[in-house]
């Protein structure tokens, strides 16, 4: 399809960091002020986003919402004959891609008043009201990709030459050119359509059933504390101190879980076989090439991933055996990968000194992202502290046209000052993909939206390894940010090698039971976290992790968590090295938006996704850090300090 801008355009946690004019950092208290009982109207303005770039009032947005409904009614007068010269096809687009445009401002201030002030209703209503339209729209503009098809390469290049304003919607048009394969026929085309009505039904039916039907189990503690272990309580007590809570906390979890197998396979086998059925209709090999074709990326990507990670599970395996060593453990257990083996660091940093470390740390990216960045602090983009009825945890949004916002929940603690560079980093892409882009191609895909908040992530605790003096710090930066390397790209990994194989064994015609996904996922934990090497033991009980991992439903999604930190670590060591090009290659990146394939924008920014080396560049560098901190224990330790 042509590439729109989505309304709920990204939107991508973890954590970040307020806003204030340079003039007023130092009058800025050192103690992070608290607002999460107050109601929303009582935050001080300068704390909050500039909601009012995009609409003055409700009423503003009325009026706006209103004139994109009249618009959504000019779509079908349009539509005759619009592929019947150069100026009817771009007076159709233009239209299309204007209302979208309405649309996705309408939508942004709607979800931002909606999330900082969840109790006020009215919001809801607003945006329920703008889906209505987009529903309205969607069902208006079926005949656009028949229409494209019907029309041909030849004659769209012929328009392309006739008429200069086709131009930003040339890659649109092109990738709906180049489905032409696995495009169906008209009426083929409508039913398969209506699967839409329960392709989603799995996932949903699991989610359902995971988070409100399957009764918890009741474990009573080591300090004698009788716990419902549901699953908010299971994910805070599988990082307790007490060891054995850790366990009895995950074995009594996924045995609970281990009850409900055979529905929960049944669900995903249902699921997959959905993606098989979607890729045969459309005459694609496997559901893998299906999943990948739209967005013009090798199959050999994905086993180039799962190939070079796995390469380098020692590295893996050689932090887990540190981390038992620091644990003091004589058996490390899969358990205890949860608990922290640093313990937390009690230091604040209000905005103002997050803001001056995190503009510090981006230094390597130049003037011109430097001055992006000062923007965003000093003009309101960013929503910094909790008030009541606001969202938890944090995003970045861009908006085409105005600017990005950043929703934030700061606190003041290290992991807030992470989060304010990730998402400031998610911010920078969008925007200076929307200063260089037309709209139509300004959105990024998925396979690159998470390239440049880790590359924040990576100056970031370079900058902080440089320049910290406390050991202690150092150590706790490094276990943070190696345990979510660890999360990211190995357990990422994992899952997407457990993905292929569900997905070969339904192509093969086979069933998924309960008792080949437990033994395949098993078997899979193992052979990563070294069980068998004695790095890591793996009970039984863990096979059934895998009927808690909504990713499986959404067919090839997580291998892009894995491909987008090794990109950004191979873009991050290029700028940190000073070779010639790659702040300004990195730079392009940002402003390419989706204006081409992702392999093609990153290979223009330097990193080939096909080759080994950008592979080999981001697992050496977990490998030389796990090393570092090996250094920094043994300094510890031999001043009694660890």
């Not at 309408?106 to 209505?132: C, F, I, K, P, V």
């Not at 880790?454 to 406390?470: G, I, P, Q, S, Y």
């Amino acid at each position: 399809m042509i590439q729109w801008r989505p309304l709920a355009v990204l939107a991508i946690c973890i954590m970040l960091s307020p806003l204030r004019a340079a003039g007023q950092e130092d009058k800025m208290e050192k103690k992070i002020p608290d607002y999460s009982l107050k109601e929303r109207r009582e935050v001080p303005t300068e704390y909050t986003w500039k909601i009012e770039d995009l609409y003055a009032s409700a009423a503003d947005w009325q009026t706006d919402k209103e004139a994109m409904a009249s618009a959504i009614a000019r779509v079908d007068e349009m539509a005759r004959g619009w592929t019947s010269s150069p100026m009817a096809m771009r007076a159709l687009l233009d239209l299309v891609s204007g209302i979208e445009l309405k649309g996705s401002r309408l939508m942004a201030y709607a979800s931002h008043q909606y999330n900082t002030d969840m109790g006020n209703t009215g919001y809801q209503a607003m945006a329920g009201e703008l889906r209505s339209l987009f529903v309205s729209l969607g069902s208006k503009l079926s005949f656009l990709q028949p229409d494209v098809l019907a029309l041909g390469a030849e004659k769209f290049s012929a328009y392309l030459r006739a008429e200069p304003g086709l131009a930003p919607y040339r890659f649109g048009i092109e990738g709906i050119l180049r489905e032409r394969e696995h495009v169906l026929p008209g009426d083929q085309q409508r039913i398969a359509a209506l699967t839409g009505l329960f392709s989603g039904a799995p996932e949903r039916a699991a989610g359902i059933f995971n988070d409100v039907e399957v009764p918890p189990a009741e474990i009573t503690l080591s300090d004698g504390q009788k716990v419902v272990l549901n699953y908010p309580a299971y994910l805070r007590l599988r990082a307790a101190k007490n060891p054995a809570d850790r366990t009895l906390a995950m074995k009594s979890f996924w045995d609970n879980q281990k009850k409900y197998e055979n529905t929960l396979a049944a669900l995903q086998d249902g699921a997959i076989k959905m993606h098989w059925f979607n890729a045969q209709i459309r005459n694609h090999p496997d559901c893998l090439a299906a999943r990948l074709f739209s967005e013009d990326i090798a199959p050999e990507v994905y086993q180039q991933l799962i190939r070079q990670v796995r390469a380098f599970l020692p590295a893996l395996q050689r932090y887990l055996s540190l981390k038992q060593r620091m644990l003091g453990l004589p058996t490390f257990r899969y358990e205890d990968v949860y608990a922290s083996a640093v313990r937390a660091i009690d230091k604040t940093y209000s905005f103002a000194e997050a803001r001056r470390i995190v503009s510090a740390s981006l230094q390597p990216l130049g003037r011109d992202y430097l001055a992006a960045l000062q923007r965003a602090f000093d003009e309101r983009w960013m929503d910094l502290y909790p008030n009541k009825g606001k969202e938890s945890g944090a995003y970045s949004e861009g908006t085409y046209g105005v600017h990005p916002y950043i929703k934030l929940n700061y606190n003041g603690d290290y992991d807030a000052v992470a989060t304010l560079t990730h998402e400031l980093g998610h911010a920078m892409h969008s925007y200076f993909s929307d200063q260089a882009q037309p709209f139509p191609t300004a959105n990024y895909t998925t396979f690159l939206a998470e390239i440049a908040s880790t590359f924040n992530e990576h100056l970031l605790m370079h900058h902080l390894l440089k320049n910290e003096k406390d050991d202690l710090f150092k150590l706790f930066i490094l276990d943070n940010y190696l345990d979510g390397f660890r999360g990211t790209l190995f357990r990422q990994t994992l899952f997407a090698e457990f993905e292929l194989a569900m997905h070969r064994r339904v192509e093969q015609g086979q069933t998924l039971t309960a008792d080949w996904l437990n033994q395949k996922y098993l078997e899979l934990t193992r052979q990563y976290y070294g069980h068998d090497s004695g790095a890591c033991q793996v009970d039984d009980y863990i096979q059934v992790e895998w009927n808690r991992i909504s990713h499986f439903y959404l067919n090839y999604y997580v291998f892009q968590y894995s491909t987008g930190i090794i990109a950004s670590l191979a873009l991050s060591d290029r700028v940190l090295q000073g070779d010639p090009g790659a702040q300004a290659g990195y730079l392009e990146l940002l402003k390419a938006g989706g204006s081409d394939y992702p392999l093609n924008i990153l290979r223009k920014a330097g990193v080939d996704m096909t080759r080994p080396e950008p592979y080999v560049i981001a697992l050496t560098r977990f490998d030389r850090l796990v090393g570092e901190m090996e250094k920094i224990v043994a300094r510890l330790q031999k001043q009694k300090k660890f």
